[in-house]
């Protein structure tokens, strides 16, 4: 079934008005018509089915025929740090990280995030990077988008952590602990991950001794080179495969 | 320092004529200089430590300082076997799956790979799919290039696996098993480990059935719908995480 996130006004009565870009979609891209069943989603949690009454280009009309709360949201909070790459490779990151489960994804003016990219954080930009992460939550079937925040500093990113956060850097493996040996031993589930990923480069020495000053576990991911967006990717997967958020409700293990 | 895959023959001596794309690369594109040191593979497993002797956009000159083997290759043989997805998105499968250290890479024609997508395997998209894997392997450090095979039928592909392979597929939660639950329990390190990916809309009941009666795990990735690129990629690195293939060598545990 067709999914849309829309804003948390159009659902305050069981009849909801659909206008602007998303009647377009209905009615000429996706051509449904009336009788028709879509989920809506408000970005609280819940999802609504809904059977379309009326449909054109300029508005349609819909009755939510029942309310529900989608399991597809993981326990744990994660928190994707990326330090800003080059060029369209933060889109990826985003619809991949919104596929993953991330909770918040934050863009990182890293040492070795080149100039021009801290630029490119335009309002365009961020406008272009919410659809990017709208359509991702809405493909996976998820209940809540990532929350997308504005570009901070590394030392920022650390000021966020808190007491029993599972914390992870990806380092070079000289200076790092297999990630493996990391989730393998972590002594309870966390509440939030963070997940701290440098740009082109990765984030260099200074800033692996800050992350690790504040008790960020530097982790290698193997002896193959991983570009930025496959590190926070890689990273992402593994943390929620060993937390248990792999798993459908019920089968967890952790 | 820059890695290059080159023809085998280039490195039948100790003295090495590097011509064409790449003269042009290490001369115009790189701005190398006589003296600067480059490694050359051969994609045998070797590599050279070679010092440029002369540099210029027709021909380049050097001389091999080194020979040895990097250590970057898996002990196991993962092969990707994908479901033939619409558009661009296979190569950017072919870029991950070589960074996360694939052995070979099937592209299948699987009943909802739509048609234009298996027409579009021509020889000059072959060609564009062996460069994408070239660089990705050069850029993250392997000594071996992955395979690229023909695309081959799903029954083809099942035809594949051998004795003690480990053999995932993607699939539905209702039909399947958390991938957790099967990577924890594998009784010994296997040779091969196959992953079955489906396309948009991933394998089919019919294709999903013959996947199983031939002893192929169905795996879920867990409540959110991944698509095809995400979900081959996922699989790859949770395999090559359950195997110990993200440690360092020496630090293999499993």
Known sequence: MHRFFVPAETMQSKAV???GDLAHQLSRVLRLRAGDQIELLDNSGRAWLARLDEVSP???RATTLACYRPSTECRTRFVLYQG???GHKFDLILQKATELGASRIVPVRAARSIQMAAEEATPARARRWERIIQEAAEQSGRA???ALSEAISLPAAID???EGDLC??????ERATPIRHVLERIPQAPTSVRLFVGP?????????GSLQAAGVSLVSLGPRVLRTETAGLVMLALASYALGEMELPG???F
Chains 1, 2 share one sequence.
């Open 251 to 253: 089968e967890h293990g």
């Open 200 to 208: 082109e480069g990765g984030l260099d020495d200074a800033e692996l």
């Open 160 to 162: 966020e952590i808190e």
């Open 144 to 146: 809540l988008m990532p």
């Open 168 to 173: 992870l850097a990806g380092a070079p493996g």
């Open 17 to 19: 008005l659909l206008a």
């Open 84 to 86: 800003l790459p080059r």
């Open 58 to 60: 300029r508005c349609c």
